[in-house]
């Protein structure tokens, strides 16, 4: 029983929209070894890196209501205050934005900051540069969703990146969601901006690595020490 054990916390479960391109690349991987076996074992590699990237590994998300945690694994790349983007609707004033930007090899199932309701969700078309830039979150494709917390509006943006071609979005409007809960997924590499209303204090720094739905990004008061938490 140890030995079960020990394998099901090494595997990690992988996401349900990644297995037709994991499928399709070993299928790929299997016509092209017909032609030339080197060509079988590159794809094998290509194969287990869909897997990897698809990943959906559990979670544990500190419950509290004045405390909002990362949506998206990846390396923080900006905190400051911006004017948030039109289809928001939060205004025209500067709002503290946090982004964090994702790279291919970073789990890229996006949870939602805080517990709440889904007020609105708007999609735009764009461009796809590269999402690190600060102009991507104007011109780039775009989901953008408001989630009404008890501590206001709060927005957050999926943007897509220079090889991301799609953004996923599990929400809709009128959901109800808890902190933690899987909100969508962009493929393949991508950013996240969120917008959080008057009162919220940034608890990350630019370059710092946050993990989704366990790193504590923001606070809206001098919150305890440890928090109750969920594994999802």
């Known amino acids: 029983m140890d030995i079960l054990n020990s394998i099901r916390n090494v595997l990690v479960p992988i996401h349900r929209a990644g297995y037709p391109f994991i499928a399709t690349f070993l299928v790929v ?7 030339w076996q ?21 979670r544990v998300t500190p419950l509290a209501e004045d405390v909002a945690v990362s949506p ?24 503290l934005r946090v982004s964090i930007f994702m790279n291919v090899f970073d789990c890229h199932v996006n949870r939602a900051p805080m517990r ?11 461009e796809f540069r590269n999402a690190e830039l600060d102009k991507a979150s104007e011109v780039n494709e775009r989901n953008s969703m408001v989630i009404e917390s008890a501590k206001g509006e709060i927005g957050v943006v999926q943007i897509a990146g220079l090889v991301a071609r799609r953004i996923l979005c599990f929400s809709a409007t009128g959901d109800r969601l808890e902190a933690g809960e899987r909100i969508g997924l962009i493929r ?3 950013r996240l901006d969120i917008y ?20 504590v990004i923001a606070e809206f008061a001098d919150g305890p020490s440890s928090y109750p938490a969920r594994r999802d």
């Open 196 to 215: 959080f209303p008057e009162g919220a204090r940034p608890r990350v720094a630019e370059g710092q690595k946050a993990v989704a739905g366990e790193t």
């Open 116 to 126: 709440g309701r889904v007020a609105r969700i708007s999609y735009r078309e764009g």
């Open 29 to 35: 991987s299997i016509l092209l070894g017909l032609f």
């Open 38 to 58: 080197p060509m079988f074992w590159l794809g094998l590699v290509l194969t287990l890196w869909c897997a990897y990237f698809f990943r959906d590994p559990q």
């Open 188 to 190: 393949f590499g991508s």
């Open 72 to 95: 998206a694994d990846g390396r923080v790349s900006l905190v400051g205050h911006v004017t948030p983007p039109a289809e928001l609707e939060l205004g025209t004033d500067p709002l």
